[in-house]
């Protein structure tokens, strides 16, 4: 399961981040997640949470902060939001020639003391 083995690279950041900076406690966690990344928001929270419970992020509130993408209809020009890969022009129906953003999948910000 992708989304599993990410969220073990999250927490292995995290724990260097608490160690790096001395910090004892992790409050809150950032997450952007894009549309188009792969990673499926919902699946990769649990994973998370999961993972969390036994280690020091155990009462870490985790944030996904999901990144829409944005695609140019290659027919009507038209430009419109992709949830997914394949997503075609909701008026015409045809694949975008040119997608923005979505590919996003980084930790944004963490919240320590
Ligand atoms: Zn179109």
Request: contains cysteine; aromatic residues 10%; proline residues 4%.
């Given at each position: 399961m992708h989304e599993?083995?990410?969220?073990?690279?999250v927490i292995e950041l995290a724990k260097?981040?608490?160690f790096k900076n001395q910090v004892t406690t992790i409050f809150e966690m950032e997450i952007e997640v894009g549309?188009?990344?792969?990673?499926?928001?919902?699946?990769?929270?649990?994973a998370?949470?999961?993972i969390a419970k036994s280690t020091l992020l155990e009462h870490?509130?985790?944030h996904i902060i999901r990144q829409p993408a944005?695609?140019?209809?290659?027919?009507?020009?038209?430009?419109?939001?992709?949830k997914e890969r394949m997503?075609?022009?909701?008026?015409c129906h045809?694949?975008?020639y040119e997608i923005s953003g979505g590919q996003e999948f980084r930790v944004t910000s963490i919240v320590a003391e």
């Open positions: 599993l083995s990410l969220a073990y690279e260097r981040e608490v549309d188009l990344s792969g990673v499926e928001a919902v699946a990769f929270l649990s998370l949470e999961m870490t509130l985790f944005t695609g140019r209809c290659s027919t009507c020009n038209l430009e419109f939001e992709m997503a075609t022009c909701p008026s045809s694949f975008p």
